[in-house]
């Protein structure tokens, strides 16, 4: 008899059981909804999330809240911590967005990457910050049609390198560009394509959480959009990318890892939406808490492990390149066409 691989659902995330952890109505000040923060843990290991706020205009701005567990007891500013400043930098019009933070030891400072909207459309913007009360705007960096965009923490052969999710054709992929001074960007290569057909990450796929640096190379959550009849559904998948050559992917999960269930993720303003833009790792170097948006109203978190996502990868992967020393061969030329 011919063996069937059967894709069945494998809990590799745990939803916080108090989840949602935030919510508009424990804002300080009146606002519509709060969703998709970064996440950063600061020197003293306090949890910090930089949240996605939402006013009744429905332009967003970015609004820091502390916690020293990441999961309750939260002290939110008393306002926005970073507001759009369109006078200045006409891109912020309609709201800052979807903020994704990095830390880079080389600057002591956070680089906060975000999504600025305005009358061209969303586009990508840049901030650094030493202590999320003051931020220092280098602005625009990628124009319209472009979000889902993190820095990451390190050089690669003296350039910074940039995930983002530009808008073309009728299917978007993840892009890494690279840049000398995170000003001027270039060198622009597709680093994970979104799947054809039926798969959960067809046509449209974006990063979510900043990538995990492991030994086995750049560890990935990003999100893919299916289009039903009733609407987007949004779900997470793993991908791992070479740690030299981050634009080179060596393994994509097949399977989804996360997808909407519970009732605060199926309903909100935006109905099925898990989005994260950020996580945290305890310093046992594994525990992963991993906050998302859920259905563009409230802030969820769900703990996971590195280790486990990795062997999961292991089984579940699709294995397209291989490095070997100075050398990667490309196995699978058509991955998103299996
Ligand atoms: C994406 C982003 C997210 C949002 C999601 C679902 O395109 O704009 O901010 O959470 O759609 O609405």
Known sequence: MMSIRTYGYEQLFLRYPANPILRAADWPYGVNSVFNPGATLLQDGTTLLLCRVEDQRGHSHLCAARSANGVDNWQIDPEPSFYPDPENHPDELWGIEDPRITYIPEFEKYVV??????RGGPGVSLALTEDFHSFERIGAIMPPHDKDAALLPVRF???WALIHRPVGGPRVHMWIS???DLIHWGDHRI??????GSWWDADKIGLSAPPIRTPQGWLVIYHGVRHTCSGCLYRLGLALFDLERPDICLVRGEPWIFSPEEPYERFGDVNNVVFPCGLTIRPDGDTITMYYGAA??????AMGSLRKLLSWLEEYGRVIAVRDGDNITILDHNPTDA
């Open 113 to 118: 990457v975000y999504t600025s909207f305005s």
């Open 191 to 196: 680093q994970l394509e979104s799947r054809r």
């Open 157 to 159: 052969d003296g350039l």
């Open 178 to 180: 690279y840049s000398n």
């Open 296 to 301: 563009d109203t409230c802030i969820a978190a």
